[in-house]
């Protein structure tokens, strides 16, 4: 199935390390380059932000998720191709499945964690077949990515579970894992 839409989650803030802004421009720029749609959470600030600005300036499709809660908090970008405003989080990460064909996972806090493990227990449960890219810029899932070993090592994740979280350093390694041509 070829890739039309990809997922984003990351974060609202921008994080300390300029490289994840950086990461995040690039991969806006990157997927507009290739005609490949955003899906984000639809706010107006942080990497979300950094992200669809960068798509945006360089053309691209850029559709906004956000639940109605949000939507002062995290200041909605009202400039994005879609956005749609919706009730729950839970309906924000069913219309953000609903609409994308693969799944990458940049640095963020308790969201984009929430965002990639429910996705990846989606999989698990064969509720979709589509790929999850952790990208892990400047090793900031290194920890994470550790613990996910050590959760198969004590038998509470299975080896084949773990394979599915696919993971790259950079947006040009995802882009390739995605089999997303230069």
Known sequence: MPIRNIAVFCASANGVD??????????????????I????????????????????????????VIPEVLVDL?????GVTELHVVDTMHTRKALMGEKSDAFIIMPGGFGTLEEMFEVLAWQTLR???KPIVLLNINGFYD???????HAVGQGMLKQKSREILLVASSVEAA???LGIAK
């Open 143 to 149: 920890q994470l990515l550790g613990f996910l070993d």
């Open 127 to 129: 509720l979709h077949d």
């Open 175 to 177: 882009l390739e894992i």
């Open 74 to 78: 995290e200041v909605a970008h009202e």
């Open 37 to 64: 749609g955003i899906i984000y959470g639809g706010a107006k600030v942080g990497l979300m932000c950094a992200v669809a600005e960068a798509a945006l300036t360089h053309g691209g499709h850029v559709v906004g």
């Open 18 to 35: 300029p490289a994840y802004q950086a990461a995040a421009d690039d991969l806006g720029r990157a997927l507009a380059a290739h005609d």
